[in-house]
């Protein structure tokens, strides 16, 4: 019998930044369809008050805490937990930084170095170290990347972080080809602009906010439980013919 649509209920699923932002949003959906969740936070504290607080919101909800900064041994501390916890069925690699919003002749070789490291090279040591242990055991695996709309089109003033969240399509591309002999699905949400830490700076310049939103042909800002939803059906088993897609969940802004 197959099983109900887009449920997630009983799924094991680690997201890699997911204390606060689309990322909590994530965490806070698998969570009310009874997914297992592991959330990480570069900080154990951050971490173990977004689990907590989760859980507090849903009944009986399975969400624990991992510390993990994804420019910092990150394969050795995935191994770890992945020696403790088992292989989760789905790794969502949400972490994401854009520090800057300036020309690209300003930005700075750390700045880069920071956007790249994070964005891309992170989630490729994510992916290489879950993968690495699916294919030892022999076991199918999801993964879900957080791109970016300047994944799929330039994005002025974001050169670094365009080039990474483009870096990251071409990988979830490539590596759903690798490995989909394997059964393991690799796909990717590229959302528009959402009302989150992120981009707060925008969103505090009334001009720059209106410029932003009359560019939405749905006509606002997403919240971030728009681009959660959407992640949630990724994961699921109704998403199971779905691998290297790269989802634009951005009320239309690249339709055009
Ligand atoms: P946010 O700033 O609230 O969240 C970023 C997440 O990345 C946090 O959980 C943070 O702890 C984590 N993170 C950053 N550096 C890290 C590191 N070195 N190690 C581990 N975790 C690290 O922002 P938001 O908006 O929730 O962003 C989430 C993802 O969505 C990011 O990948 C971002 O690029 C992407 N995105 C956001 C958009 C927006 O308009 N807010 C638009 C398109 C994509």
């Known amino acids: 019998m197959s099983k109900p649509f887009a449920s997630v209920a009983g799924e094991t699923i680690l997201v890699i930044g997911g204390a606060r932002g689309i990322g909590r949003a994530i965490c806070s959906r698998l969570a009310e369809q009874q997914a297992n969740v592991t959330l990480t936070a570069r900080n154990f504290e951050q971490a173990t008050k977004a689990a907590t607080e989760i859980r507090a919101c849903f009944d009986n909800a399975s969400v624990g805490a991992l510390q993990l900064d994804v420019t910092d041994n990150t394969a050795e501390n995935l191994d770890s937990w992945f020696d403790a916890n088992g292989l989760p069925d789905t790794v969502i690699y949400n972490a994401g930084a854009s520090p800057i919003y300036e020309r690209p002749e300003k930005t700075t070789d750390q700045n880069w170095d920071l956007i790249m490291n994070t964005n891309l090279r992170g989630a490729f040591i994510a992916a290489r ?120 969940v951005d009320g239309g802004l690249t339709c055009g």
């Open 129 to 248: 170290t879950y993968a690495r242990r699916l294919l030892d055991a022999d076991k199918p695996g999801s993964m879900l990347f957080v791109t970016s709309i300047a994944g799929l089109v330039g994005s002025p003033r974001l050169g670094a972080y365009a080039a990474s969240k483009h870096g990251l399509t071409g990988l979830v591309k490539t590596l759903a080809m690798e490995w989909a002999g394997n059964h393991i699905r690799v796909n990717a949400i590229a959302p528009g602009w959402v009302r989150t830490d992120l981009t707060a700076g925008l969103q505090q310049n009334p001009v720059l906010e209106k410029r932003l939103i009359d560019d939405v042909p749905l006509g606002y800002l997403a919240q971030p439980e728009e681009i959660a939803d959407v992640a949630v059906f990724l994961c699921s088993d109704s998403a199971r013919y779905v691998t290297g897609a790269t989802w634009a």
